[in-house]
């Protein structure tokens, strides 16, 4: 079944407790990318790849890293989570530029979502 | 302001009727529109892809106002099931990796 999983679904941390979610994706997909979901806020992007070695800056980057060392795997880490860092997160993957721009490509198939509390 | 608006409703529809609604957009090098439907904060899936004028899928119909800077999507015959948030989603025509996403509308259907 072609899906997109995330763990854990549920985590509660510690201030400054480094901590990383797992994101896989079994499509070969290139692209793939961070949000994190607040209320009111919408969505908002916090990291993506276009391909395997190649990341970029969303809209809020501050306080996450990532890494994509293989296609299927895009970890979100927090070196040193803090409050304002609890939120829901999603991971997302499709298949990016390769097939040039059309819906199929374009259609992004997320996760399942990871509901974040730092203390 | 922001790059991507809706109004967030919600909009409280009575099974089978119509309903309308907006997402506006600031940035004029947007490309890519999308609409994406979210239930309870559960993960977002593909409603439809606008990338000329319009889209319509079934009961959806999804226009794009290039001039005015918003699309809409329409539901004709709301069923119970159409009850969610619906999130309006815009690429970049500069980055194409970046997607903005609007806060959502929530319609209710009610029988």
């Known amino acids: 079944e072609a899906q997109v999983t995330q763990n854990p679904r549920y985590l509660i941390t510690v201030t400054g407790k480094k901590l990383t979610v797992t994101c896989s994706q079994n499509?070969?997909?290139?692209?793939m990318s961070w949000y994190r979901q607040d209320p009111g806020l919408g969505l908002r992007q916090i990291y993506y790849s276009m391909n395997v070695e190649v990341t970029d800056k969303g809209d809020v980057p501050e306080g996450y890293k990532v890494s994509r060392k293989e296609k299927r795997n895009f970890p979100l880490i927090l070196e040193s989570p803090s409050p304002n860092q609890t939120s829901l997160y999603f991971c997302?993957?499709?298949?990016?530029?390769?097939?040039?721009?059309?819906?199929?490509?374009?259609?992004?198939?997320f996760g399942p979502g990871t509901r974040l509390t730092v203390l | 302001r922001k790059e991507v608006e809706q109004d967030p409703g919600p909009f409280n529809v009575p099974e089978g009727a119509t309903v309308a609604f907006n997402c506006t957009y600031s940035?004029?090098?947007?490309?890519?529109f999308f609409w994406y439907r979210q239930d309870c904060r559960k993960e977002p899936k593909l409603l439809m892809s606008v990338y000329s004028s319009g889209n319509e899928d079934g009961r959806f119909t999804a226009q794009l106002n290039r001039a005015s800077q918003y699309i809409s999507l329409l539901i004709r015959d709301s069923k119970l099931s159409d009850s969610a948030t619906y999130l309006c989603?815009?690429?970049?025509?500069?980055?194409?990796?970046?997607?903005?996403f609007g806060a959502g509308t929530q319609v209710v259907v009610t029988p």
């Open positions: 989603v815009v690429r970049r025509l500069d980055s194409w990796g970046k997607l903005q």
């Open positions: 997302a993957s499709s298949l990016g530029l390769a097939g040039g721009i059309t819906p199929s490509t374009d259609t992004q198939y």
């Open positions: 940035n004029s090098a947007s490309q890519s």
């Open positions: 499509m070969n997909h290139e692209y």
